[in-house]
Nanobody, 126 residues
């Protein structure tokens, strides 16, 4: 499966952005999806995940209540709605796909995903 992330940009603290991750390729619909981010000088960290059906969603504590992950399997797209953005949300955001079990120890780890998009930069100014 191929992943194309988009929607990043420069915003002010308190603003909102919606990231998109377009999936293409065979049987993309069966994949569980995740969003990760990587700030300069830091490791890639888990942000949010959604199972293949969209029925279950998971969030990092740092974004819970502000970010919402969703998916539209008819369009093959996963979204990350980001509200009340903070300067500490500044990072390159990556979407990723996984086919298989989706327990917590897997879905919150970058190594648990099989495919990655190219990343989209989100910059939040104070």
């Amino acid at each position: 499966v191929q992943l194309q992330a988009s929607g990043g940009g420069l915003v002010q603290a308190g603003d909102s952005l919606r990231l998109s991750c377009a999936q293409s390729g065979r049987t993309s619909r069966r994949y569980h999806m995740g969003w990760f981010r990587q700030a300069p000088g830091k490791e890639r960290e888990f942000v949010a995940a959604v199972n293949w059906s969209g029925g279950s969603t998971y969030y990092a504590d740092s974004v819970k209540g502000r970010f919402t992950i969703s998916r539209d399997n008819t369009e093959g797209t996963v979204y990350l709605q980001m509200n009340s953005l903070k300067p500490e949300d500044t990072a390159v955001y990556y979407c990723a796909a996984r086919n298989g079990i989706f327990e917590e120890s897997i879905r919150t780890r970058a190594y648990g995903y099989d495919y990655w998009g190219q990343g989209t930069l989100v910059t939040v100014s104070s």
